[in-house]
């Protein structure tokens, strides 16, 4: 079966801080993976996109996405937290003729 | 190009009410989607097109919903009757075939819907 799991439904981290935001797949084929944001009262912004080239992926405002076969995960990292970055975030999987699977989403919260 | 476009963003009825929301997608995108987003449920799809033909509707929540595709550009999620637990956040998204594997999909702000 397919399915994504964000660990973690909310991750509060320090401005200046680094950031990581967990997902981990199970799949049967090989996915697509998304990570998008979504800022208050917003629609989805996509992040980056993983589709099957390189495993490192670099992403907008600075996060980038490490895709790891071998531990079906895709994890979100940045290395410095800043204010705006706090949003929701989720990750999606499409393995396919549009097999849509996405994890709960993560709340990230930014302390000054 | 301006995006996504959906309408209403906000929207109040009454119970029993007819809910209609409308999505324009951008332009030349093949794909639509029509997502509900609640705090209880999280992010839902509720059905996809392709080429204005539903491909999967599996999501959508019971024969009070229906949507549909007439065009390319314009698609509409009616509710009838509303209920108070339709009460959501309906989230619409457009994208491009690809052969090689899965396109981005963007997404309109999203039409705010309260049922009292």
């Known amino acids: 079966a397919q399915s994504v799991t964000q660990l973690d439904s909310h991750v509060s981290v320090s401005e200046g801080t680094p950031v990581l935001l967990r997902c981990n797949y199970s799949s049967s084929y090989s996915p697509s993976l998304f990570w998008y944001v979504q800022h208050p009262n917003k629609g989805l912004q996509l992040l980056l996109k993983?589709?099957?080239?390189?495993?490192l992926v670099k992403g907008i405002n600075g996060f980038e996405a490490e895709f790891k076969k071998s531990e079906t995960s895709f994890h979100l990292t940045k290395p410095s937290a800043h204010m705006s970055d706090a949003a929701e975030y989720f990750c999606?999987?499409?393995?396919?003729?549009?097999?849509?699977?996405f994890g709960s989403g993560t709340r990230l919260q930014v302390q000054p | 190009d301006a995006g996504v476009i959906q309408s209403p963003r906000h929207e109040v009825t009454e119970m029993g009410q007819e809910v209609t929301l409308r999505c324009k997608p951008i332009?030349?995108?093949?794909?639509l989607f029509w997502y509900r987003q609640t705090m209880m449920r999280g992010l839902e799809l509720l059905i996809y097109f392709n080429n204005n033909v539903p491909i999967d509707d599996s999501g959508m929540p019971e024969d009070r919903f229906s949507a549909k595709m007439p065009n390319a550009s314009f698609s509409t999620l009616k509710i009838q009757p509303s209920e108070p637990r339709d009460s959501a956040v309906y989230l619409c998204a457009s994208s491009l075939s690809s052969l090689a594997g899965a396109e981005t999909q963007y997404f309109g702000p999203g039409t705010r819907l309260l049922v009292l």
């Open positions: 332009s030349g995108h093949d794909y």
């Open positions: 993983y589709t099957s080239a390189a495993t």
């Open positions: 999606f999987m499409d393995t396919g003729r549009r097999a849509l699977t």
